[in-house]
């Protein structure tokens, strides 16, 4: 365990993305300090993959005539496949009325085929950033 502390010591120091994912630093004997730098360089991380995409900070209306009355809401995941958080979750997405809600999934993780990501394909808008190199 030592070792895996040490590890992850040296990736913060030099700025790189922990190998422990946010999750999983609970199983480890990390301090708060370093599961708190752990979950936001992987939340930096996150967002750089969508600013790669080259669009706009989305700007939130604070009514919903601007959405055609529906809310927003998106979903980030690299579980949207064979992977427990899909299994609990695979249906969410779709199930949202779609009258009322704009759904929108972004997907770390390249598409597995299981029939889990199919489900969250039921979403609106799935959208793949398993290939977007971040710089």
Sequence with gaps: MKKIVAIVADQLEKNRLPSVH?????????????????AAKHGSWCIDKVQVLHKPPYQFSRDLVSSGGRLRIGYVS??????????????????HDRMKVEVFCYALSPDDGTAFRKNVAKAEHLVDLSQVMCV
């Design 22 to 38: 946010p999750h999983h630093s609970m199983l480890y004997p990390l301090s708060h300090a370093f599961r708190k730098a752990v």
């Design 78 to 95: 690299s579980d949207f496949g064979n992977h427990p958080t899909s299994h609990l979750m695979q249906s969410v997405p779709g199930s």
